[in-house]
């Protein structure tokens, strides 16, 4: 079955540490991989997305993710981190609807608290 | 500007009440989508739609009802609104990207959501 887990429900850094949150993923094929940001009262925002060719991808706002198919990991950094970058992360993975279309299977999220 | 758009963005209603969430883009997008977030959980798909008149139920079951009369509107219905409703509705709608292999991926867009509370 398809699954996502990111690890930490919670994580909380100082402005300008660095960051990494992780993502686990279950997927029979090469996935698609996704990672959204969610800010308190808001809608998901797609910071960067994974679909093949280099496994290290950009995004914005500075960040970054590696995929890792020997891990089954898609772990999100960012060098340094800002007091705007609190909010909930959410990994996913591009699954299957019948007819072929998409549907997104999401982790947990990871709720990113920023101490100055 | 192509948008995705959801209102109410809050709704505190009784037990018993009709409600309609609406969702309306301006993407141009065929498929739309609506999931469910319950706080500190990850989102659930509970309807889908490939276009006009095509509704279809997600993985998690949902006694909400969806309905597509015009590409750019899907909205959400709840007949009768109980507690355990209580919940945040996302919408999303998608249009294709290229992907791996000349395969195209339909990447999706999220509204803002509406957050729901039954009393």
């Known amino acids: 079955a398809q699954s996502v887990t990111q690890p930490d429900i919670h994580i909380t850094v100082s402005e300008g540490a660095s960051l990494e949150l992780r993502c686990n993923y279950s997927?029979?094929?090469?996935?698609?991989l996704f990672w959204y940001v969610q800010s308190p009262g808001q809608g998901l925002q797609l910071l960067l997305k994974y679909f093949s060719g280099d496994t290290l991808v950009q995004g914005i706002k500075g960040f970054e993710a590696e995929f890792k198919r020997s891990q089954s990991s898609f772990n999100l950094r960012k060098p340094s981190v800002h007091w705007s970058d609190a909010a909930e992360y959410f990994c996913a993975v591009g699954g299957l609807l019948s007819g072929g279309y998409n549907k997104l299977i999401f982790g947990a999220g990871t709720r990113l608290a920023v101490h100055p | 500007e192509a948008d995705i758009y959801q209102t109410p963005r809050y709704l505190v209603i009784g037990t018993g009440k009709k409600i309609t969430l609406e969702c309306s883009q301006t993407?141009?997008?065929?498929?739309m989508y609506w999931y469910q977030q319950d706080p500190g959980m990850e989102l659930h798909l509970i309807h889908y739609s490939y276009g006009v008149n095509s509704t279809e139920k997600g993985d998690l079951s949902s006694e909400s009802t969806v309905s597509r009369i015009r590409t750019e509107h899907f909205p959400l219905t709840l007949e009768s609104a109980r507690p355990s409703h209580t919940s945040q509705y996302l919408c999303a709608s998608s249009g294709w990207t290229s992907g791996r292999a000349g395969v195209s991926y339909n990447e999706q867009f999220f509204g803002p959501g509406t957050r729901l509370t039954v009393l």
């Open positions: 997927y029979g094929a090469t996935p698609y």
């Open positions: 993407m141009g997008h065929d498929k």
